[in-house]
């Protein structure tokens, strides 16, 4: 008796598994098993991007489960060639009958297997050459005397209750045209981490119920989705997907980042402009990435190249010129109200001022507006 696998049952690779909370990071994407691993991942960057993959078997079900199914049936268990082996509901009986092909193919025909010697279907009872008579012997009934039963009184055992423990295997990664364009945009973008999950619970605990890829950005506390099922989504609109959604605690404005600064969900936009190509630039941003801290959530906080020629109508709009640079302009996205303030260092308690001062302004436009309407109610 062979214990060869059959070819066409994929064997499961085991994947070694992470400790909860914990994501690998020897490749990329990582590969999140778990919901732990899943949500340190994303709180562990400013910008994130999982691929959900939904995880489905070849025969429905996984191939480990067809395996389990099959196994007593390789092993040998039970009488016969063919004992032990699971029928398949969509395979005919009679082509997988083990007790031989006559009596598979009598059962198919809607008949019982009768002996060809005795067409009655009785063996040797009047038929030449025939089996002889059968001829019956006396039997003697012995009288039965009934025996004294004693009864044992019972004493009951202790049960140890054993744990059960679900069979389960550790999520696989997808091998299907997605996974490979979402792998090819993951090595184009190498400063966003990408992980990869075909956990059901994982997929479950983010609500995703298809192939879907989504960006997590911790500035605004937002995340979008974009749908792998459309025919049209490749590794290079995966890509703009996420230079589009990438906003940063400090976001750099241009012409791609722009879509999704306007996109955002944060009303107020606090913009430090001034020459990327100045000595004084790393402590600028370092200052400025440090009031940004503080306004987490509230304003979002972006740097503009002056030099850049693609930014120059944007300069222009807030009616500055180059000799008023460096400069901090806050804008209102509801009402396009805003205020301008130059400067000739950058400070912490500076933006902060600012900031709030101007918070407190549209507040208090906001409770003027309201006034009115509440008088004539």
Known sequence: MSNAVDEDVPVAVPVKL????????????????????????VSGAEV??????????????????????????????????GAGAVRDPRTPRAAQDARGPLRAVVRAAGGRCR????????????????????????????????????????????????????????????????????????????????????????????GVSANTVTLFRRVDNDRRNLDMNNEDVDTEKMTRFVRLNELRLVTEYNPVTAIGVMQSSLQFNLLLITDKMSPKHPERMRKFRAAAELFKGKILFILLDSN??????????????????????????????????????????????FCNRFIQKMKKKEDESEKPLNEEL
Do not use: C
């Not at 993959?53 to 070849?58: D, E, K, L, S, T």
């Not at 079900?61 to 039970?78: F, S």
């Open 308 to 353: 850049l020629k693609s930014n120059e109508p944007v300069v222009s709009y807030f009616q500055l010129k180059k000799s008023q640079l460096p400069a901090l302009a806050i804008f209102h996205t509801p009402d396009d109200e805003h205020d301008v303030m130059t400067v000739d260092e950058i400070s912490i308690e500076r933006v902060q001022d």
């Open 18 to 41: 992470s400790k909860a909370g914990t994501a690998s990071t020897t490749e990329k994407p990582i590969l999140l098993n778990n919901i732990a691993d899943a949500e340190a991942f």
């Open 48 to 81: 994130a991007v999982i691929g959900f993959f939904q995880a489905v078997g070849w025969d429905g079900r996984g191939a480990w489960h067809r395996r389990l199914l099959t196994a007593p049936a390789e092993r040998g268990r039970g009488r016969g060639p």
């Open 115 to 206: 002996s060809r010697a005795a067409p009655g279907g009785r063996r040797g009872r009047g038929v030449p050459g025939g089996a002889p008579p059968v001829t019956a012997r006396p039997v003697t009934v012995r009288p039965f005397t009934a025996r004294p039963v004693t009864a044992r009184p019972v004493t009951a055992r202790p049960v140890t209750a054993r744990p059960f423990t679900a069979l389960s295997l550790p999520p696989q990664e997808p091998e299907s045209a997605e996974a490979s364009q979402f792998r090819l945009a993951a090595g184009r973008i190498p400063e966003v981490p990408f992980g990869l999950s075909t956990s059901p619970a994982v997929l479950s605990h983010y």
